[in-house]
């Protein structure tokens, strides 16, 4: 069946993207480094991404963890990372600049839609650190970027629905509003019937511990990594089916 709604999921591994494939993702944002809110995933990662997966594979292109607001070199990285991520058959990539202000980086997000032709663009969560999200909307759409990742500038999606909502309203299917942040299966269902939104973006992580049957005992750090919740990938593809079928 063919759902009405698409469901992204963060993959920071390729256990991960595994794990997403086979449990019912439309669309894989590839990270790096989840103690630092994702970074460029390497080369390698990308490439083995998109060798496995029947479904689209879009990277974030941010050179470190940190804020939004990047030098000369920090940008021309991401100008080549873009072109990676286009060679390697990438369909899409997830970017997000700003400047010192609170304003997005017009230029240089145009420049980087530009480059990742015909690749689509996500504008990501650096939007909601913006100074005016209404404004910031207009300059993303005429970025030509085809969506914004967003928790409506709140902590979790579930805290920002008004603002989701109102900027669902205001794009007028010009851009994709796509909420992220903090969604699951018990709230996946409010999200969408009070935004309106048609995709949506969860990490659904659990930690995956280490299956090494050697640990040095002088070294006490926790070796686990994060992959997504296959039970709980399922559930909230089924809230959505179960959605899809009712519209």
């Known amino acids: 069946m063919k759902s009405d709604y698409t469901l992204e999921i963060i993959a920071f591994c390729i256990e991960a993207c595994q794990i997403a494939i086979t449990s019912g993702a439309d669309r894989i944002e590839l990270c790096d480094n989840p103690g630092e ?3 460029t995933p390497s080369a390698g990662l990308i490439r083995k991404a998109v060798s496995i997966s029947p479904i689209h594979v879009f990277p974030i292109i941010r050179p470190r963890g940190g804020d939004f ?4 070199a920090e940008f021309e990285i991401m100008l080549e990372d873009v072109a990676c991520c286009r060679d390697a058959g990438c369909q899409g990539v997830v970017l997000g600049l700003l400047l010192a202000d609170g304003r ?3 230029d240089r997000t145009k420049r980087l839609v530009e480059k990742a032709e015909p690749m689509e663009v996500t504008f990501h969560r650096a939007f909601d ?3 005016n999200a209404s404004q910031s909307l207009e300059e993303v759409i005429h970025c030509g970027c085809r969506r914004v990742l967003t928790s409506g500038g709140m902590p979790n999606a579930s805290e ?6 109102a900027l669902q309203t205001q794009a007028m299917g010009r851009i994709t509003i796509m909420p992220g942040a903090g969604i699951r299966s018990s709230n996946i269902e409010q999200i969408v019937r009070q935004t309106g939104a048609t995709e949506l973006h969860s990490s659904a992580s659990i930690p995956m511990p280490s299956r090494m049957s050697y640990t040095a005992p002088a070294i006490k750090e926790n070796l686990s990594h994060l992959v997504p919740s296959a039970k709980e990938v399922r559930a909230m593809r089924s809230a959505l089916d179960i959605m899809s079928l009712g519209r």
């Open 37 to 39: 809110g994702g970074t």
């Open 69 to 72: 607001l990047y030098s000369k």
């Open 104 to 106: 997005v980086d017009v």
């Open 129 to 131: 650190r913006v100074a």
């Open 160 to 165: 920002g629905i008004p603002q989701i909502a």
